[in-house]
T-cell receptor
Framework: GENVEQHPSTLSVQEGDSAVIKCTYS??????FPWYKQELGKGPQLIID?????GEKKDQRIAVTLNKTAKHFSLHITETQPEDSAVYFC?????????FGAGTTVTVRA | DAMVIQNPRYQVTQFGKPVTLSCSQT?????MYWYQQKSSQAPKLLFH???????NEADTPDNFQSRRPNTSFCFLDIRSPGLGDAAMYLC????????????FGPGTRLTVL
């Protein structure tokens, strides 16, 4: 099955700085790579996703890059704000299933 | 608003006492998922339905069962909860699986005494 590794497990950044989270996956059949944000006591919410035929995608302050050859993908958050503080999960999957990384707790210091 | 609803949000049960968690959706999605998320861990897929077709993960304990009586509702039954089953249980839906977004509900926090 798919195995997704996510680093770092915790990340503290100064407000206004950038945050980068990296994930690797094992199954070359995976073709869908979403990123979820989970706030305390809530379910995960999709913030951005990328498919295997695309190398990079951007949505305002959030961008994701995918390197299928190396089997890794990354989340970039620019100009971080206090409301970006949360747990972020990467995931990889195909067909109907997603495998999640262990999560990154991001803290944005004011 | 179209959404995924989970009830109850918090459930307390006793060791060995059966419990049922419910999920409903107004999105009319074909696929529904149940995940278990323990503290500070990633969501772990237990099983999913594509329409009425049930798909169990190989490592999901027999203690966990599911029912999907119609498109809108899906239930998670834990037949004999153990202390290790205390977790957040997340329901998610997807239009037709594949490379499609999964929409998550708010989760049910299960406590086993």
């Amino acid at each position: 099955g798919e195995n997704v590794e996510q680093h770092p497990s915790t990340l503290s950044v100064q407000e206004g700085d950038s945050a980068v989270i990296k994930c690797t996956y094992s199954d070359s059949a995976s073709n869908y790579f979403p990123w979820y944000k989970q706030e305390l006591g809530k379910g995960p919410q999709l913030i951005i996703d990328i498919r295997s035929n695309v190398g990079e995608k951007k949505d305002q302050r959030i961008a994701v890059t995918l390197n299928k050859t190396a089997k890794h993908f990354s989340l970039h958050i620019t100009e971080t704000q206090p409301e970006d503080s949360a747990v972020y999960f990467c995931a990889a999957g195909d067909d109907y299933k997603l495998s999640f990384g262990a999560g990154t707790t991001v803290t944005v210091r004011a | 608003d179209a959404m995924v609803i989970q009830n109850p949000r918090y459930q307390v049960t006793q060791f060995g006492k059966p419990v049922t968690l419910s999920c409903s959706q107004t999105l009319n999605h074909n696929v529904m998922y149940w995940y278990q998320q323990k503290s500070s861990q990633a969501p772990k897929l237990l099983f999913h339905y594509y329409d009425k077709d049930f798909n169990n993960e190989a490592d999901t304990p027999d203690n966990f069962q599911s029912r999907r009586p119609n498109t809108s509702f899906c239930f998670l039954d834990i037949r004999s909860p153990g202390l290790g089953d205390a977790a957040m249980y997340l329901c998610a839906t997807s239009p037709s699986g594949g490379s499609n977004e999964q929409f998550f509900g708010p989760g049910t926090r299960l406590t086993v005494l």
